[in-house]
């Protein structure tokens, strides 16, 4: 089935250790974005990439960062991990221009302690 | 900057009836889309109905419609028929037109479908 793979499903990481969050989608779109979900904060937009090779921050880049080798993959990764960053991270995915309605994947619960 | 307002962080409903989900936002743009995510929770992201700005007739999808108010920036969806299965968190979103599609949420609604 098309769509966006995240991996892993759920994470404990302890502070001050790195992690990358991997996501991969097959639906050849140009646009792929990096949210974390909070509650009583909705979806922040923490990173984007609007095309292979650029990267944009989004609402609260601090922290984290991306890469965008290829189309397919955008992984995000944490260099040190603080509590504060305990959150579900989404994955998303759209074709750029127009409305293009995002696709997302599942999400990656990760637990800071 | 552009801003989403849900003000109703919960709400419960009897099965077959009618609700109502509100949210508000603000942008300088003319070109502009909005969008209802349903999030279940298998945490899922599930797109529910979507609007262009441009269009004055209000999308329905099914038992899902929306009354979309331009000029007091408001896009309310409605459910008629609730079912068990649209128990949910919604989430209200404006999307900017153009190249770069950076889509913008609201805090969500915590709906109950109670039966």
């Known amino acids: 089935t098309a769509g966006i793979t995240q991996a892993p499903t759920s994470q404990i990481l302890a502070a001050g250790r790195s992690m990358t969050l991997r996501c991969t989608q097959d639906?050849?779109?140009?646009?792929m974005y990096w949210y974390r979900q909070d509650l009583g904060l909705g979806l922040r937009l923490i990173h984007y990439?609007?095309?292979?090779?650029?990267?944009g921050k989004g609402e609260v880049p601090d922290g984290y960062s991306v890469s965008r080798a290829n189309t397919d993959d955008f992984p995000l990764t944490l260099a040190s991990a603080v509590p504060s960053q305990t959150s579900v991270y989404f994955c998303a995915s759209s074709r750029t221009g127009g409305v293009s309605p995002l696709h997302f994947g599942n999400g990656t619960r990760l637990t800071v302690t | 900057a552009q801003t989403v307002t849900q003000s109703q962080p919960e709400m419960s409903v009897q099965e077959a009836e009618t609700v109502t989900l509100s949210c508000t936002y603000d942008t300088s743009e003319s070109n502009y889309y909005l969008f209802w995510y349903k999030q279940p929770p298998s945490r899922q992201m599930i797109l529910v109905i979507r609007q262009e700005a441009y269009k004055q007739q209000n999308a329905t999808e099914n038992r899902f419609s929306v009354n979309f108010q331009k000029a007091a920036k408001s896009f309310s969806l409605k459910i008629s028929d609730s079912q068990l299965g649209d128990t949910a968190m919604y989430f209200c979103a404006l999307l900017q037109g153009g190249a770069t599609n950076k889509l913008i949420f609201g805090t969500g609604t915590l709906l109950a479908v109670q039966p």
């Open positions: 639906m050849r779109h140009n646009a």
């Open positions: 990439s609007n095309t292979a090779g650029t990267t």
